[in-house]
């Protein structure tokens, strides 16, 4: 199903068993949608990516475990007023 619709955030995982991670699912995003706003995470704390999620295509990075609130904040920062 093809739409003009977007969605405000996508929240991806680094690390996916068996599938897509998080560093080639982006690339991929963004060539669908270049203005796409995605949050990465992942447990491994002292992955690359999560330091640098920016130059990876990113606009937001959480550590696992994350607290509802911090997953709020992060959001918020990205799509604003949309809440």
């Given at each position: 199903?093809?739409?003009?619709?977007?969605?405000?955030?996508?929240?991806?995982?680094?690390?996916?068993?068996?599938?897509?991670?998080?560093?080639?699912?982006?690339?991929?995003?963004?060539?669908?949608?270049?203005?796409?706003?995605?949050?990465?995470?992942?447990?491994?704390?002292?992955d690359p990516?999560?330091?640098?999620?920016?130059?990876?295509?990113?606009?937001?990075?959480?550590?696992?475990?994350?607290?509802?609130?911090?997953?709020?904040?992060?959001?918020?920062?990205?799509?604003?007023?949309?809440v």
């Amino acid at each position: 199903m093809s739409t003009d619709r977007s969605y405000d955030v996508v929240i991806m995982d680094l690390t996916v068993r068996g599938g897509m991670g998080g560093e080639q699912a982006i690339r991929e995003l963004l060539k669908l949608d270049p203005n796409a706003k995605a949050i990465v995470c992942s447990g491994y704390s002292n992955d690359p990516i999560l330091a640098e999620y920016e130059d990876y295509g990113f606009c937001g990075a959480l550590s696992k475990p994350f607290k509802i609130m911090d997953l709020s904040k992060k959001i918020g920062e990205l799509i604003g007023d949309k809440v």
